[in-house]
């Protein structure tokens, strides 16, 4: 019989990104990234004037950032220790929503700090891809930043348990909980009991 899977997000539950990339934007792109509003879509102006960077500018910038500053990330406190007591119950799943060409990327990255579980890179709703790791396990518990992602796994997975977690303390202050996760939960330490506790329950 297979083991129980943590299927987890890397960004901002792994690894800090905003704050990154932020840091970034002003000190190369001349654009101010604000942390504290909770969303992407309107954090970005340009420093010189004030006026809103254009969404297609914003997403260009995003993919320079994972393309050719990746390092720039740091661990998030006490996700490598949590993994480590998760992996003696279950398995492991990174669910990253970059390109698979940002697959090797990805890989190396977390192997510098230390995570190597199988990584799979997705694009766009996180619902069936987690359908399908989850098939034939005896329980499965999702992980992840974003509530979009919560709401396409309870749509197309509602047996996976679902827990919201936001590592970056100026974006988790204004964020609430993902209406269809199942609990929130920001801090490691924490979560990994809530997470070995779902793993040994069938939904």
Not at 57 to 71: C, K, S
Not at 111 to 122: E, L, Q, Y
Not at 178 to 198: L, P
């Amino acid at each position: 019989m297979k083991r129980p899977l943590l299927i987890t997000d890397c960004d901002e539950v792994l690894l800090h990104m905003v704050s990154h990339f932020a840091q970034w934007l002003e000190a190369e792109q001349g654009v101010r990234f604000a942390l504290d509003t909770g969303r992407f879509s309107d954090a970005m102006t340009l420093i010189e004037t004030g006026e809103p960077l254009a969404l297609d500018q914003a997403w260009i910038l995003l993919d320079a950032f994972f393309r050719g500053e990746m390092h720039r990330q740091t661990l998030v406190p006490g996700a490598v220790e949590a993994l480590g007591r998760i992996a003696e119950v279950a398995d492991i799943v990174i669910l990253t929503n970059l390109g698979s060409e940002a697959h090797p990327w990805r890989v190396d990255q977390l192997a510098s700090h230390g995570i190597r579980h199988d990584v799979i890179c997705n694009s766009g709703g996180k619902g069936s891809p987690v359908k399908k790791l989850a098939r034939r396990r005896p329980s499965a518990v999702f992980v992840d930043d974003l509530p979009m992602h919560h709401a396409s796994v309870a749509k197309h997975a509602p047996n996976v348990w679902r827990l919201h977690m936001i590592a970056e303390p100026r974006v988790a202050s204004v964020v609430p909980m993902a209406e269809h996760a199942d609990a929130r939960i920001d801090d490691w330490a924490e979560a990994s009991q809530w997470i070995i506790d779902r793993l040994a329950e069938e939904r």
